[in-house]
Structures are given as C-alpha cells and as structure tokens.
C-alpha cells in the first residue's frame, strides 16, 4: 500500500527557496523512471525554474491527457515523500518550454511552506458511493486522487477483481475544459488504483457495462 495517497495534500504554499543541484538531478530521475499508462504514446516533461514566487514548475506536454495525469501523479507522490509539495495547475509555467509537443498543463513544486500531509478525514470528497459501485479495496485510492476543481467526475465499475473506469459527460458549454480535465483526472486516479495494484494492465475491452451519463474509458485488471 502507497500510504502517501492516504495523506497527501495539494500544497500551494512554497519557500522561496531553490534545491541543490543534487536535488534537482534526483527530481529528474524521478521523471525519468516514470511509468507511463500507455508506453507507445509520446510525451515530454520539463522541469521549468521560476523567477516568480513558485520556485520550480513541471510542463507536461503531449496528447493523451490520461496518461500525463498518470505519470504526474507518479511523481507527485514521490515528491510527496521525499517532502517536497506540488499542485496540478492548468496555466503555462514562466520560463521557456522547449517541447516540440503541446503544452498540457503544469505542476508547481518545491518546498513547502504548509503542512505537506493531512488526516484522512480533512480529505473533501464523494462517497464512495457517489462515484463507483460493486467493491474493491482500490477504489478508496481513487477515491482520494486529486481533480480538477474538485468534481470527481468520475465512476467506477468493480466486478470480478476488474475495475471498468468512465468519465461524466460533460455539458455543452464546458465540453472543451471539462473534456481536457475529466482524461487528466482519470490518469490521476488510475495512478492511485495502479499505486494499489499487484499487477496493474489497463485496456479498453468490448464487454463492459454502460453508465447513463458516462464515458466509458478502460478496464482496470490485475
């Protein structure tokens, strides 16, 4: 079990100060080692430093969002213990992107100046019967992942030891913003069921039930 997912917060809050150059060449191996959701898609992750009041930024680029939440949220946890704080953010970070790959979104991260960590129930969450149905111990993990805005709009389909995973439609008037979060948001929580797994595969499969309201996005086994 990742005990991180069970206490991390975002942290917004950040000392003005920089890491040492030790630091910084450890955050990148921690980049590196990312694993992403789906290995054949392409995507780049830059560490930006910042002459703002946020020290240091990650860009993430590419085009499939669910895997840049998966492999961000990676590395959010690992901050996490090493005790170095972040947030998801949507604005480009300053500095210079030098990607060939379009911009995502970003992570503000350094160290941080506000409690990293928090109790189980400072989490402001859905039920777990808001958002899933059926039972499996690695919902509670999704259940606790970071989105946007807080919407949660996400639904879980336990049955058989697989996890068939949607997404809320979005309505007309926010389908662009609300689409580009919603397969960011479902990265983050595939990390945290991931995070929880034995033997984690994902894939799409023709045989899944159907979520009025939903969008149907994989299958979660092992």
Known sequence: MNEIIYKRKSVRKFENSEFSQAA??????????????????????????????????FAFCGENLENIGFVGQQISLVLA?????SYWKMG????????????????PFGKPDEPLFRSQNEFK???LSEISE?????????RLAPSGLNAQDWYFIAENGSIHCYRK?????LSAMKNKLNCIDMGIAL?????????????KITSHPDKKGYIYMGTVNG
């Open 134 to 142: 059926g039972t499996d111990d690695r919902l509670e993990a999704a």
């Open 191 to 203: 990390c945290h069921i991931a995070e929880e797994s034995s033997n984690f595969k994902y894939e």
């Open 24 to 57: 910084v060449e450890k955050i990148q191996s921690i980049v590196n080692n990312a694993q992403p959701l789906y290995p054949d898609v392409f995507y780049s992750i830059e560490i930006v430093k910042s002459n703002g009041s946020i020290p240091y930024f």
């Open 125 to 127: 969450r859905k039920s």
């Open 169 to 173: 439609k979005p309505n007309f008037l």
């Open 81 to 85: 213990d090493m005790g170095i704080g």
């Open 92 to 107: 480009k970070p300053e500095g210079e992107i030098k990607s060939s790959y379009p911009f995502v979104i970003s992570m």
